[in-house]
T-cell receptor, first 116, second 112 residues
Framework: GDSVTQMEGPVTLSEEAFLTINCTYTATGYPSLFWYVQYPGEGLQLLLK?????DKGSNKGFEATYRKETTSFHLEKGSVQVSDSAVYFCALRELGGSSNTGKLIFGQGTTLQVKP | KAGVTQTPRYLIKTRGQQVTLSCSPISGHRSVSWYQQTPGQGLQFLFEYFSETQRNKGNFPGRFSGRQFSNSRSEMNVSTLELGDSALYLC???????????FGSGTRLTVV
């Protein structure tokens, strides 16, 4: 079945450092891809998405490019802030027989800690 | 505009009891999904509803059930609770399946 693999955390960075969180997927066809972020005690917030190959999703300084050749959707940010400390989840939308499904398959999550 | 509202936020139940969790989606959203989040298994899909019809179901035992009402509000029910059902249960709503889902803050269920 479809699956998503993220790099294991925690990832600890100093403020203003460059961030990369790796995400690769296994799926039949070309699913839509998402990054969600979860702050302590809260639900998930959609960070960005890409729906087809070579699409680049971006939001709040975060970017990720849908690479079908490497089945990857790595999350990047040029300069992290303490407020970016959270758990980040990569996810794909599973393609049903008629593509008519919203089921998301998540990676295990990567904890990011940014120190001042 | 109001986000996805889940009630209650916290719940403590005893093994063998049943529980009902509620989710009010964003106004206009007709698609609602439920997920279970645990430290060991991560985020796992429970069900998906669209216009009162269950469109998809995850790999959970029959003790887990759900429904959606005509106003798009949704409930999930877990019967005969087990210790392993302790988790954060998240509800998410969307305009359509490819818009990206907006999640609620979840219901933290503890089974003792």
């Amino acid at each position: 079945g479809d699956s998503v693999t993220q790099m294991e955390g925690p990832v600890t960075l100093s403020e203003e450092a460059f961030l990369t969180i790796n995400c690769t997927y296994t799926a039949t066809g070309y699913p839509s891809l998402f990054w969600y972020v979860q702050y302590p005690g809260e639900g998930l917030q959609l960070l960005l998405k890409a729906t087809k190959a070579d699409d680049k999703g971006s939001n709040k300084g975060f970017e990720a490019t849908y690479r079908k050749e490497t089945t990857s959707f790595h999350l990047e940010k040029g300069s992290v802030q303490v407020s970016d400390s959270a758990v980040y989840f990569c996810a794909l939308r599973e393609l049903g027989g008629s593509s008519n499904t919203g089921k998301l398959i998540f990676g295990q999550g990567t904890t990011l800690q940014v120190k001042p | 505009k109001a986000g996805v509202t889940q009630t209650p936020r916290y719940l403590i139940k005893t093994r063998g009891q049943q529980v009902t969790l509620s989710c009010s989606p964003i106004s206009g959203h007709r698609s609602v999904s439920w997920y279970q989040q645990t430290p060991g298994q991560g985020l796992q899909f429970l069900f998906e509803y669209f216009s009162e019809t269950q469109r998809n179901k995850g790999n959970f035992p029959g003790r887990f059930s759900g429904r959606q009402f005509s106003n798009s509000r949704s409930e999930m029910n877990v019967s005969t609770l087990e210790l392993g059902d302790s988790a954060l249960y998240l509800c998410a709503s969307s305009l359509a399946y490819d818009y990206g889902y907006t999640f609620g803050s979840g219901t933290r269920l503890t089974v003792v």
